[in-house]
């Protein structure tokens, strides 16, 4: 299947276009002009998506993982022409696009079985007891329900797996909400070929129109116009801190307020133990490396700063770490903003007091080359900054001058989507003093492992405590992720002919 982007919106089965437009920026090939929306788009998208919510949110379990298997099967359809406008748009590898659809699909089927199991729905029952002193016992049951239309907001960094048919729109289909999308400019064509295959899967098992819709814009009013319209339920949203925090709170603002469940931001750090060190220092900085500037490191769960206690064990591992860095060649960014953003943090590393660089090498425009800086535990502690995140292949050493400054060091990070223990058996009286830190910190905890392969199962977690994510009770992965947009209610003395729980 060939593909070129029409740069029109997808609002309820019609693609239609806007009067203002907005040219996309490819790492390769010809741009091509896509609809800029505004709060009229909005308006017929989530009026549209209320009226299906009639349908939708109260069809079967079995229609509903009908629709998402539908979805995932159109968009294996188009598996070429994806990969092909998702590189040209993103300069990402044909190997990651690919792995990043089946991870798509597979999370689509994922909560399609978990669905029609149907233990998602939490349905408790108390049953009356009406000979009950002092007082009678009414008939209770609970379950978990549909809020109403959510919008998602496409990442920039997951062109397929947390954008238009990602995690937190297959999870919100899944729970029983229809959604709709502003895609991200910085890939409207993928976007767009996404929206497509929803399309096909909504006419092939008959869905309500509404169900879904994409809106293609570039301005921040677009975004909050989706989030302040007063029929949105809910809120999925990856991205930066600063544009995040805004949504966020202009969600709060709202005369009836939502939840915003954000995904912001996190330095994941790792705590090289001194058993583990002294054994495989040299192979754990080389695979951090790795990790570190994986796709130019431009993952959610990068693992940014390391802390290890000083001594010739922490500088070995800075000098392989750092000679394992230095092969790493320059990589295409995602777009000129985020370059120009991973330029402007390392020049604040940089400038930070008490910080060395290790690695300086040289990018510009769009391109992407690692940068590795040391510093102290009490200049770590010093500067809050340190442990801000950095969108792309930076990474700080922090040597600590014992197991407390360690702690301390812990105690200091804001909330993180991981942390990770590289531990032999040796640390564990250490790793026990770490661990209730780490817990209050991260959403997910590693042991002698790397984060950035987050794995789509029942048991993942993929959020944290604020700003790693606006709700610290979420997860962006995982079946639990539909949790989110399902709210609990409670029918007292209901006839069973008259409630219906599918």
Known sequence: MSFEPHGKHLIAGEWTGSEGTFASQPVRGPSHQTANGGAAEVERAVVAAEEAFWTYGYSSRAERAAFLDAIADEIEARADAITEI???ETGLPEARLQGERGRTTGQLRLFARHIEKGDY????????????APMPRPDLKMVQRPVGPV???GASNFPLAFSTAGGDTASALAAGCPVVVKGHPAHPGTGEIIADAILAAIEKTGMPKGVFSLIQGNTTDL???LVQHPLISAVGFTGSLGAGRALFDLCAARPVPIPFFGELGSVNPVFLLPDALAARGAEIAKGWAGSLTMGAGQFCTNPGVVIAL??????????TASEALSQVAAQV???????AGYRAGRDKIAATTGVRQVLTTVCDQRNATPYFFATTGKDFLANAALGHEVFGPLGIFVEVSDPAEMLEVAKSFEGQLTSTLMMDTGDTALARRLMPILERKAGRILANGYPTGVEVSEAMVHGGPYPASTNFGATSVGTLAIRRFLRPVCYQNI???VLDIR
């Open 86 to 88: 998702g590189t040209r």
């Open 495 to 497: 006839p069973d002919d």
């Open 151 to 153: 919008a998602v907001f």
């Open 121 to 132: 729905l939490d349905l408790r029952h108390d049953e009356a007891l009406p000979d009950r």
């Open 333 to 339: 960014m995602l777009t000129d903003g985020i370059a």
């Open 223 to 225: 975004g909050a116009a």
């Open 310 to 319: 000083a001594g010739p064990d922490a500088t070995a591992f800075v000098e």
